[in-house]
């Protein structure tokens, strides 16, 4: 081989890594915001409140002394870091990704003093149980995130998270248990106790993510991959149409399960093998996951298990590499989980859906580099969300998007893996924009969205629970021909798809 | 819900609308990549997140005391978290994908409600804290001249106090009774100052104004308001009536009142 052809070679090779990766971005060039749009973004993101007045003129102080201007966003970074309002923000996000209800903030006492001085109120600092207050200690102390996953001390303000923990503890009195005006209790738990697992063992969670006979805990095991692995979980095989609602109901802990076995169950349904759930070979695509942890929660109620379960941390790497971690105990399941690359990356995606945007591509070279800054940081939210707001993508103004293309349906599509991956029948969504989809596939993905809702081919099917608006955003993006992520379409237009913008657009800025 | 009501919160309803897009250039949709979770809808459209809602009434009316707005408009309760856009915690997602007509009754409601409670309420120099137990504590309020300042303005407040607008005892004993100040005693320029504080507390300075694409500059958005009071003074306008009748004579604190009703959420809590 000559070396004109080496360095084609090379040349060819370069080009088409910039093309998977930078060249597939948005790349048209992206306005900065000016710096006091800068600062209210920080604050509103940070705190939920607009500067002050007396903010944008310290600012416009500095306006024309760059090192000045740069040293005063970062004193403002770390004032609203550190404010209160923040520690609120994030127990809001955190119980968006529990999935638990928001509390009643903005929980503001009235101002105290000169009113001047208590311009925005301040919030209490307690929480009403020991997850909710687990939430706010991570962003008050700049925990590591893994708390969620290890920590072992808590407050515990309500009597159930005191009976939650009563298993396990020697020192707490009738008294104690029995008075529901007593304030928060201190509870800790030794740093290697493997019968703890920071949020995983609140009442708040256990409760929210009840098990019965049937589920056997891989409710929380869904959950445990929902949250830490971005993992939707989404049911594969649906229970028969005309007895759903009371499967649904024994499942699910609406009616006294304790008293109804799973076999008792089934035998009353008279579900066929080939129709129940988890008799039909794609249910693996999930269970295989699910079984083993939720054996970690075994014996666990309200109440947490004095004895160890032994359980498995069991998934596949994109590629179909198995990760398989034996684990004895909640404890060491939390652990587990926090040191696999999956997690960081995971946690990453929520970072940033949470500062700069769902609908901002996160390119996988800029998510590689992000997850290695969130491990360098050692996992501590508040350092990473110091870092995030400080990214060139946070401080870049809003743009129109003039038309749908892959970038931003793929986070929807990988939506998809979860059930079809391990089925063989679809690509490795997750992998996009750095692999391209067949035209093919494309095609019928149309078609099987655009079926009536009756027809059993339709997908996603309805139990899947699609937010509608998703759905609709994706059958947009095909029926308009599915661009690729520089906007030329894959496939071709349906002759009724308005090619025109993405949904509700307006408001060109 | 009297007859009354209902034409009043349509007559807040439309006024909400017209505020937010009758004298704008562009439509009001929010930028698709102005995403925010905790709020309406997590794709594309970012509007504001249910706490954020809330917070906004605290800094809009730092002199109303909490306790005097009804609980609905305070705090995220089961009244009103659907129609705020809060997430339903067994889907994740919200139970409306956008903001609704109850969510224009629920706004203006709470508007008016916080308005009446800052014109009332900074008369009071005591307040009650409710505590986890469920008891109450009085605790002394300390309103200030600076107070005063910070809300008009500190030109303003001089400049009402060398024309005679303002009663004696206000140094002594400030609050809003003896804050008497003419609007139409005050010169251009205060007038000016005073709308683009509102502005300057409510959106930001120039810069977030058209970086937001709220206005082409800041003088178009002030003259938009100062057009608006002007015609009020004109004409006192019923959809205006948050106190009762409207007042034929303008004061700056109706002023401003009207000027925190013109401001709409959008525009306060866009980014």
Redesign the interface.
């Known amino acids: 081989m000559n070396r004109l052809t080496t360095l084609l070679i090379a040349l060819l090779l370069i080009s088409f890594a910039l093309f998977t990766d930078t060249a597939m971005a948005d790349t048209a060039p992206r306005a900065r915001l000016s710096d006091a749009s800068y600062l209210r973004k920080l604050s509103l993101h940070l705190r939920g409140l607009q500067p002050t007045p007396a903010e944008y003129a310290e600012l416009e102080a500095v306006e024309n002394e760059p090192a000045k201007r740069q040293a005063y966003f970062d004193a403002k970074i770390d004032q609203y870091i550190t404010s209160p309002h923040y520690q609120d923000r994030m127990v809001f996000r955190l119980a968006e990704l529990f999935q638990l209800r928001t509390p009643e903030v903005p929980r503001l006492t009235s101002v105290t003093g000169p009113i001047s001085q208590g311009y925005y109120g301040t919030p209490r600092s307690e929480h009403p149980d020991a997850l909710l207050d687990l939430f706010s200690r991570i962003a008050r102390d700049n925990l590591s995130w893994d708390t969620l996953l290890t920590g072992k001390d808590y407050f515990a303000g309500a009597l159930t998270d005191l009976r939650t923990f009563e298993p396990l503890m020697s020192s707490l009195s009738d008294e104690t248990l029995l008075d529901p005006g007593k304030p928060p209790v201190p509870v800790s738990f030794a740093a290697d106790d493997p019968r703890i697992a920071g949020a995983l063992t609140t009442a708040r969670f256990l409760s929210r993510y009840n098990t019965t006979n049937v589920n056997k805990n891989r409710r929380r095991a869904a959950a445990v991959f929902r949250i830490f692995y971005c993992d939707p979980m989404s049911p594969v095989v649906p229970p028969p149409k005309d007895k759903k609602a009371a499967v649904l109901a024994q499942a699910f802990g609406t009616v006294d399960h304790g008293t109804v076995t799973e076999k008792e169950l089934q035998d009353g349904m008279s579900i066929s093998d080939a129709a129940r759930h988890g008799g039909q070979p794609q249910c693996a695509t999930c269970h295989y996951k699910l079984d083993p942890m939720g054996k970690t929660f075994q014996n666990f109620g309200l109440t947490l298990n004095t004895e160890l379960a032994p359980g498995a941390l069991v998934f596949a790497r994109p590629g179909g590499q198995k990760v398989n971690v034996t684990v004895k105990g909640i404890g060491e399941l939390g652990a587990a989980i926090a040191k696999t690359p999956e997690y960081s990356a995971c946690q990453v995606e929520w970072f940033w859906s949470q500062l700069i945007g769902q609908d901002v591509f996160l390119l996988p070279s800029r998510k590689s580099e992000l997850t290695a800054d969130f491990d360098r940081l050692g996992h501590r939210a508040n350092d990473f969300i110091r870092l995030l707001v400080k990214a060139p993508e946070f401080r870049e103004k809003p743009r129109k998007i003039e038309m749908l293309t892959q970038l931003h349906v793929s986070p929807l599509l990988k939506r998809c893996d979860s059930c079809h991956n391990a089925m063989g029948t679809i690509p490795e969504f997750a992998a996009i924009p750095t692999q391209l989809i067949d035209p093919e596939l494309l095609e019928r993905m149309r078609e099987r969205m655009n079926l009536a809702d009756d027809d059993k081919r339709k997908m996603p099917r309805d139990w899947t629970r699609w937010n509608p608006r998703d759905l609709e955003l994706l059958k947009r993006w095909l029926n308009e021909g599915a661009a690729d992520a520089n906007g030329k379409g894959q496939i071709k237009p349906l002759p009724t798809a308005p090619n025109t913008k993405a949904p509700d657009q307006g408001g060109a800025k | 819900m009297t007859l009354r009501t209902i034409s009043f919160l349509s007559v807040i309803a439309y006024s909400l609308v017209a505020a937010s897009s009758g004298a704008r250039a ?13 709020a309406f ?5 970012r509007y504001p ?4 809602i ?3 009434f ?2 809009k009316f ?2 109303a ?3 005097n707005v009804p609980e609905s408009c ?4 089961m009244d009103n ?1 659907g129609v705020l856009g ?2 339903e ?5 919200p139970s409306v ?1 956008r903001p609704n007509s109850s969510f224009v009754n629920w706004y203006a409601t709470c508007l008016v409600a916080y308005i009446k409670a800052e014109s009332t309420d900074a008369v009071n120099s005591f ?3 409710y505590k ?2 469920g008891s109450a504590e009085v ?1 002394n ?4 001249v ?2 005063f300042e ?1 809300q008009y303005t500190a030109e303003v407040v001089k400049e009402c106090r060398s024309n005679g607008e303002i009663s004696s005892s206000f140094d002594t004993n400030p609050s809003l009774s003896s804050f008497t100040c003419r609007w139409k005693t005050l010169s251009p320029a205060s007038k000016t100052k005073l709308v683009q ?1 509102f502005v ?9 104004i ?4 709220i206005a082409p500059s800041e003088g178009a958005l002030l003259q938009r308001f100062l057009d608006e009071i002007d015609r009020f003074e004109k004409t006192p306008d019923h959809r205006y009536d948050f106190l009762g009748q409207p007042p034929s004579e303008l004061s700056v604190v109706y002023t401003s009142m009207m000027l925190k009703f013109l401001i709409n959420i959008e525009d ?2 866009r ?1």
């Not at chain 2, 562009?26 to 905790?38: G, V």
């Not at chain 2, 309020?141 to 200030?144: H, K, L, S």
């Not at chain 2, 058209?210 to 694409?213: A, E, F, K, S, W």
Request: negative net charge; charged residues 30%; proline residues 8%.
């Open positions: 562009s439509a009001p949709t929010i930028d698709p990549r102005l995403i925010h979770k905790t809808e997590q794709n594309w459209d997140a249910p706490d954020e809330i917070r906004t605290n800094v730092p002199l005391l909490q306790q305070r705090l995220l309760n978290r809060d997430n915690p067994a889907t994740g997602v994908s307040y009650m804290v986890r137990d605790k309020r300390t309103i200030t600076k107070d910070n504080s300057r507390a409510a959106i930001g300075p120039e810069d977030v058209i970086d937001l694409g306060t809590l980014y």
